[in-house]
């Protein structure tokens, strides 16, 4: 490693501020985006609900739809009630399709959670739109791609739409416009622990699922 004076450091710093000011001059575009978290690591949901926090701190007004979940009460439920002006926040699912054990009502409540994500998409006063484990409807089969790229691309100019789970389909990944796979490198989960609420989402009983983090 290359010692450098305080002088050297300062003067290599305002390189470096200069550098990233002239890149930054050169963004000046305002869009709604499409965002996709996806991958077999941890901290999908966890990443996206932050963003949701960000945009309440910033006055804005969110829709967060929850497919699968829904069975048990969650940690971020509770929070997100206390700020009903900024989020309306709806869990539509009946747990895992192991749990349910009936593929047609699961496939009843994913189009009836779509159709809210639609709704809100299409509402003017939502700032962002969430669909949360989406992904997992889509790698089922519960719900055509198709119709849900064509939905979120014809989504309004400023609105940002997030959409989590693992394994995004190609069409989704191709229409996003920032895509963030999470690499799993270490899960307490294989060495015994079980899952714990505060850190994963229940509040009640809490358990692992292989298709979400």
Known sequence: MI???PEQHAEKMK???????KIMA????????????????KGKTTAALGMVVRAIGHGKKVGVVQFVKGARTTGEKVVFDAFPDN??????????T???QDKTRDIALAREAWD????????????????DELNIVLRYDYLPVEEV????????????????????????????????????????????????AGIEFCLGRARHHPDRQ
């Open 3 to 5: 010692e450098r004076t």
């Open 15 to 21: 390189k470096k501020q200069a550098a990233h000011e």
């Open 26 to 41: 050169t963004k000046t575009q305002e869009k709604g985006l499409l965002i996709v978290h996806t991958g077999k690591g």
């Open 87 to 96: 989020v309306t926040f709806k869990p539509m699912g009946e747990g895992f």
């Open 98 to 100: 192991w749990n349910t």
């Open 116 to 131: 809210e994500v639609k709704r809100m998409i299409a509402d003017p006063a939502y700032d962002m739109v969430l669909a």
């Open 149 to 196: 790229v064509e939905t979120v691309s014809a989504r309004g100019e400023m609105k940002h739409v997030l959409i989590t789970g693992r394994n995004a389909p190609e069409a989704l990944i191709e229409a996003a416009d920032l895509v963030t796979e999470m690499t799993l490198v270490k899960h307490p989960f294989r060495s015994g622990v079980k899952a714990q």
